[in-house]
């Protein structure tokens, strides 16, 4: 087992590439249904997917209009000239027997990506390119053979390519993380992690502090969770850091992740770009766009993760409010459509509510699924005014809060019914106080309080809280004792 000490000796440069379904409702080249989810295979194909003879490729015109969405999404330039080129690899699951893509002119030029981390920082990723491509098929493998599935075949993809900006697991996840919002906000993908929407490619390399040269780079395939992103390339890490110490060299392979064992495996030695003799694509005519027409395009993509942040910052809202409010696109739409219409205290008042929705594993297999009835904005306004006001206390507020996003009745409607308005006035609680004050169980209490001993005011408050079955506004009861007293 490798020692801390000796992980210190060595650096870790990692890229990610990402392949991103495209949320289209056909394939990239084909009139075939685009969402194969639930279907039998082999199903959901045309004869084009099935490289029929005499069959030719038409481009899905709505495949172009969300990769020049993503490109703004990532900060990125459109070409206005790009075209599609032949890989020859030996695909099983593709039967013309190679892939469409755009290896010399892709469509998304350079760009980056701020990715938030957990201390509160930021890691900054170039982009070096993003390409379109279709996906393969998929093969099922059961002993001495294997049984093709085609419905995948064709699926329109663009595949995002980072420059080695990552040094470590944590900003790894980070920005696999804030990919994944960012395509999903922008409207390109579905993003349905366990159905292989967004699928990470992590190169991980390692070579000792203050070399110059990057060392040789290992590919871990196919990753469908920000934490298997992170775990893997921790993984990775040492298990190059032991080869090395052994006096071993790394090899240029791809390598595959098993989740269960939280390791990596050999799978194939990795070509280089030469050996899938690319050419151009005689049969698709080249993307020629103008500046116009991307514009128009990108003012239809609405408020990205940067736009919230920078917002609700600025507004005071916590980092976990913010970053649990970002796992759900329409969460984060409501939260500032309150801010806008009302004030920050009340957004955030609102927000700290859906924190509570969310656990700590939530970000990691897509967006937060939060199961609300269909709630009008001005009813958590009103909720949150009516805790701000001292209508309900802080728990009745949680409790309301609860029962609205299950029945979508008005908070008041609610608080009545389940008999939660608390008592604020001055007189009914006044003589609350009175009694608890002269009741014998009080008169230690008293004592404490009137010698200085002022956490026991605690005590008095809980006690009035008691007699008035929790109806009682703490914040009066509070200052009506410290009155007598």
Not at 415 to 434: K, M, P, T, Y
Request: charged share 25%; with cysteine.
């Amino acid at each position: 087992m490798i020692d801390e000490e000796t992980l210190q000796k060595y650096d870790m440069t990692i890229g990610i590439e990402c392949h991103v379904q495209l949320a289209t409702t056909t394939k990239l080249f084909s009139g075939a249904d685009n969402d194969a989810r639930e279907a039998a295979p082999n199903t959901v194909v045309n004869p084009i997917d099935f490289g029929l003879p005499g069959m030719l490729p038409v481009l899905n015109r709505e495949a172009v209009n969300l990769a020049i969405k993503a490109g703004k999404a990532l900060n990125s330039e459109i070409a206005h000239v790009s075209r599609f080129d032949r890989k020859h690899y030996f695909y099983p699951d593709l039967p013309k027997g190679y892939q469409t893509t755009q290896m010399y002119h892709p469509i998304i030029i350079g760009g980056h990506v701020d990715a938030p981390l957990e201390d509160g920082t930021t890691v900054t990723v170039r982009i070096h390119h993003a390409h379109m491509e279709e996906d393969a098929g998929k093969l099922t493998h059961f002993g001495d053979y294997s049984l093709v599935d085609l419905n995948r075949a064709g699926t329109p993809l663009i595949e995002i390519v980072s420059e080695p900006d990552i040094h470590s697991p944590a900003a790894a996840k980070a920005y696999a993380t804030e990919l994944y919002r960012l395509m999903t906000y922008a409207g390109v993908t579905n993003g349905d992690l366990y159905h292989g929407n967004m699928r990470f490619d992590v190169n991980i390399s390692i070579a000792p502090k203050g070399a110059l040269e990057l060392g040789t780079r290992a590919e871990v395939k196919n990753l469908n969770s920000f934490r298997s992103v992170e775990r893997a390339a921790e993984h990775e890490f040492r298990r190059q850091v032991e080869q090395l110490e052994k006096g071993e060299r790394i090899v240029q392979e791809t390598r595959g992740w098993d989740d269960a064992k939280q390791k990596t495996s050999s799978q194939r030695s990795k070509e280089d770009a030469q050996d899938y003799r690319y050419m151009p694509d005689a049969d698709i005519p080249p993307i020629v766009l103008e500046d116009a027409e991307i514009a128009e395009i990108q003012a239809t993509v609405p408020h990205l993760p940067p736009y919230f942040r920078a917002q609700w910052n600025e507004a005071g809202f916590n980092k976990d409010i913010i970053d649990a409010l970002l796992l759900s696109q329409s969460s984060a739409e409501l939260i500032e459509r309150i801010r806008l219409s009302s004030d920050a205290d009340i957004a955030k008042r609102v927000g700290f509510w859906f924190l509570k929705l969310v656990s700590k594993d939530d970000a990691e297999d897509g967006p937060l699924r939060v199961a609300t009835a269909d709630v009008a904005d001005n009813y958590y306004i009103e909720l949150a005014t009516m805790v701000q006001d001292g209508k309900l206390n802080s728990n009745a507020g949680d409790a309301v809060f609860e029962e609205m996003n299950k029945t979508g009745e008005a908070p008041t409607v609610i608080a009545e019914r389940l008999n939660l308005i608390q008592v604020s006035d001055e007189g009914a609680i006044a003589a609350i106080v009175d009694e608890v004050l002269a009741d014998p169980a009080s008169a230690q209490a008293v004592t404490d309080l009137r010698a200085g001993n002022d956490k026991v005011i605690g005590f008095l408050v809980g006690q009035v809280m008691k007699k008035s079955q929790g109806k009682a506004n703490p914040a009066l009861a509070q200052k009506l004792i410290r009155e007598r007293l």
